[in-house]
């Protein structure tokens, strides 16, 4: 008979439970592992049916904001759609901000509510129509996925600004949905400006949205004042008033384009249209043209009188002084400006001015433009809508104020008095400038990190008359298209 040692039946026994053990563990692994991948599994899909429904409720906003104002339009006609809003809906609020439009020019503001289509999703994420936009807030981030059918067209100086809200407030359920118009207000009685600018002002819980809009269609500067403690924004189109000339460094009608390292001070640029001077340059050559010439280019000249010249050169070794101590000094060119040398204003203490006006281009190459003991204000360049600026290349500075705006667009045309063929603005500037004044032009490019731009600050609240008394532009007329239309929704057979 063979006997199993107790050693032996203990290591079998061993084994076996060893290999139990490791079955059980591998069991509890099995379901850990599997439990953990139901649960990511889960979380995946709970995600990606929440993105799918947020992007389908998105398209049914912008959608919805379509129809909204094919209804503000048509009174006679019933719209529809199938609105995605979810499971848990979306709320019509009525009266949760305003519009108001104002202006010098205007009697009283016109002053328009608006409502809002609000869903939350299970994030937080809200979508939002509000004034036939829509907007998505995502934490202290707000885009605009669809914009408000409001324009400023300045070639035709024609705001247009429909302002749709909706009425009731109300719970919307996915399915089909009934739109259709109560009433328009429109204001016929306030429906010119004359020479003045007109300011939007939008109080809304989506004001973000709101600045994020104007910044895309107008850029940053059209944007004038923001007020996060009442949720507002304010907005300025139309032209600028005459008084307000050179109270801002560089004032440009469509865009300013500056080198990285360019000492630009911030807070220095703004966007904003002035009246062009070309019937009031095109009447002062005809007054002037039989006027004295300059007497020279180098050396002393009288000031105090009107001088009439077809184009004007100061060579590199020319300085020009205009003594204006006595009065008013005024220098017309019917075609080009070329500075390589010096220009100087010496108003001896006075507050006498310096006035140039051209038909032709202002091109300072190497050339000093100063003041002697007075401000930038005491010496001013005026062109016409088409006058070209050119300042540099070479180490050049300008003292003083350029007047030279535009109401067409400027577009991409390249500069023709700048040689380095490279820049596509009104004004050009490059390589050692100094400039110090006040620029008011269609577009401006500060081309080099050499150049140095600072406001004068004694141009602010300034009393600059653009022109002689004797001559007036004619009015600026600013047409307002501004309607108020009420819009009902609701979900169909509820």
């Not at 105090?304 to 000094?329: H, M, P, R, W």
Request: aromatic share 6%; proline share 3%.
């Amino acid at each position: 008979m063979v006997r199993q040692s107790v050693g032996a039946q203990f290591q079998q026994s061993s084994r076996a439970q060893s290999a139990m053990l490791g079955f059980v563990i591998l069991i509890g692994m099995v379901a850990t592992v599997s439990t953990g991948l139901f649960l990511v599994a889960g979380e995946t899909v709970t995600s990606l049916e929440q993105s799918s429904e947020q992007e389908r409720v998105e398209t049914a906003f912008v959608e919805l904001s379509q129809q909204m104002s094919t209804a503000s339009s048509n009174a006679d006609v019933l719209q529809s759609m199938d609105l995605e809003v979810g499971n848990d809906g979306a709320i019509v609020k009525k009266e949760t901000g305003n519009i108001t439009v104002s202006s010098d020019a205007l009697d009283d503001d016109i002053n328009l509510t608006i409502g809002t289509i609000e869903y939350e999703g299970e994030d937080g994420t809200i979508l939002a129509y509000q004034a036939g936009s829509v907007f998505r807030e995502t934490g202290n981030e707000t885009r605009v996925l669809s914009s408000p059918p409001i324009y400023y067209e300045r070639t035709t100086e024609t705001l247009t600004l429909p302002v749709v809200t909706v009425s009731g407030e109300q719970d919307l359920g996915t399915g089909s949905v009934g739109i259709s118009h109560e009433e328009t207000e429109t204001f016929r009685e306030s429906s010119v400006v004359e020479n003045e600018s007109v300011t939007i002002t939008v109080q809304s819980e989506y004001y973000r949205g709101w600045e994020s809009y104007f910044e895309q269609q107008a850029g940053d500067t059209v944007v004038r004042n923001i007020d996060h403690d009442t949720q507002t924004v304010e907005v300025q189109v139309g032209y600028l008033s005459v008084d307000e000339a050179f109270e801002d460094g560089i004032v440009v009608s469509e865009n300013f384009d500056d080198f990285d390292n360019a000492d630009v001070e911030d807070g220095t640029v703004r966007e904003g249209a002035m009246p062009e001077l070309d019937p009031i340059i095109e009447e002062m050559i005809d007054d002037h043209e039989d006027d004295d010439s300059l007497p020279t280019t180098d050396g002393t000249i009288a000031g105090n009188k009107t001088y009439f010249e077809d184009e004007i050169t100061i060579d590199s070794e020319d300085e020009l002084v205009v003594d204006t101590s006595a009065g008013n000094t005024t220098i017309i060119a019917d075609g080009n400006t070329s500075i390589e040398g010096e220009l100087v204003a010496d108003p001896g203490g006075t507050d006498h001015e310096l006035r140039m006006y051209t038909t032709g281009h202002f091109d300072i190459e190497g050339g000093n433009i100063s003041v002697t003991d007075g401000n930038a204000g005491q010496l001013q360049l005026y062109g016409t809508s088409d006058t070209h600026v050119g300042i540099g290349p070479g180490k050049s500075s300008f003292h003083g104020t350029i007047y030279a705006p535009r109401d067409e667009p400027w577009g991409d045309t390249e500069n023709e008095v700048f040689h380095q063929g490279q820049c596509s603005e009104q004004v050009c500037m490059q390589s050692n400038v100094d400039f110090t004044g006040a620029l008011i032009a269609s577009s401006a490019n500060v081309h080099s990190a050499s150049v140095n731009f600072e406001y004068d600050d004694e141009l602010e609240n300034n009393d600059i008359d653009l022109y002689p008394e004797t001559y007036s532009l004619p009015p600026q007329l600013t047409y307002l298209n501004v309607a108020h239309h009420e819009v009902n929704i609701d979900n169909r057979g509820r």
